[in-house]
């Protein structure tokens, strides 16, 4: 009996985990998607573009890690408070929240345009890519608020344990980019051939639909609700809205959310170091492969992204409802069920480097190219799983600083001396910056193991 029993829950775990992470997955292929979709058909232009809009969207990264940080103490909050079944402090997270990010994207925005040719100078962008990457940069920022607020609101559904809401709204989101791209970057319908800046416009546009949606269906949510209650005072008639903003709880969503900051802008300075000193020497054609297979990585990394957003999720609430063993017993479990997933992608990368290749340009040297370094990291896809789950369960727990602090260990003292050591003084090129980065990914996977495995974090206060 106890046998059955250990065996059905082990079903109900993980059939809870799936729940969570399947339309995270869905939601962030669709979301990394239009990059994709971006890249190819930018890449039937030329190579020229298409290492433009490579070096644009790195730096690009590095600005939307503001938004990707904060997000991450918005899912911890609204997920610790779900748990504790605390719908109205869930909202009062969730507007100040969004408001944050809404004034923040229009802040940022102008500076970033006006920035534009030092921030190109500053990674060593080769001078024939400056032309195309200012058009497509300049007409993308213009969407940043959107941007921004799309990823908060992503994370409000996805802490109160909704993930299927912005799977949904970003598979339409895909399919408005991929219309509008065939359309602006060709010129059809009687619309000018925008090229580069045609696939800005439309991404663009695509995410500023996608944030409409999603506020639109938070208004339907307990915790998206602005409902009158009685005003403080006994006896007191009055019947007063919740406020707009609260400045003690965006300092509470900061306190997470400033070593998770830290832990995507080390991601993302580090990898335009990364080009700078090991990728961007190598010229325009290396720029543009190393794109592609980033691009094509990007797409593994969906599971990780997936899992660890289960991990978070239901580590806040299990953190929150007061059962901190379970907390760590699910993160684990997401583990493994990520590293099968990436598994068997890593299989896939390894056969059929070419025809993926293939998809985003039919320039047989480019194909060439990027065969060996596609291999390099399917070899080595796996470390990811770790890497990527463990550090969203310590997020959940509202554990942020010290996945940061294992970021820049092994980013500035692993990632980048060995990634120019292997393409620039061994002659490796762009292999040895794979074999780099996936030495970062293993470095990375066993610190956070080690952590996990510790359990200080399931006693974090929020």
Known sequence: ???????????????????????????????TFVQVVDSIFIGRLGTLQLGAVALVTTLAWAILTIADGFSVGLTASIARMTGAKMPGEAGLFFRTGISTMGILGILIAPVAILLTGSLFSAINMPTDLYGYGSDYMTHYLLFLPSVFLFSALEASFRGSGDTRTPMLVGLLLNVVNILLDWIMIYGKFGFPALGVRGAALATGISFTTGSILLYAL?????????????????????????????LSHLGRIVKISLPASGEQLTMSISQLILMAIAVNPLGSAHVASFHIVMRLASLSFMPGFGFAIAAATLSGQNLGSGRPERAGRLVWHSVFYCALVMAVISVCYFAFPRALVGLFSPDHALQVLSRLPMRVYALFALFLAP????????RGAGDTKFPMIYMMLSRFLVRLPLGWLLSIRMGLGLAGVWVAMCSDFFIRAVLLAIHTLRGRWKTKII
């Open 387 to 394: 890497t990527m789950v463990l550090g969203g369960g310590l």
């Open 218 to 246: 938070s208004r339907r949510r307990p915790w998206g609700m602005r409902i009158r209650g009685p005003a403080p005072g006994r006896g007191s008639s009055l019947s007063l809205l919740p406020p707009v903003f609260s």
């Open 1 to 31: 009996m106890h046998h059955h029993k250990t065996v059905l829950s082990q079903f109900t775990t993980s059939g809870h985990i799936f729940r969570l992470a399947l339309p995270v997955i869905v939601g962030q292929i669709s979301k």
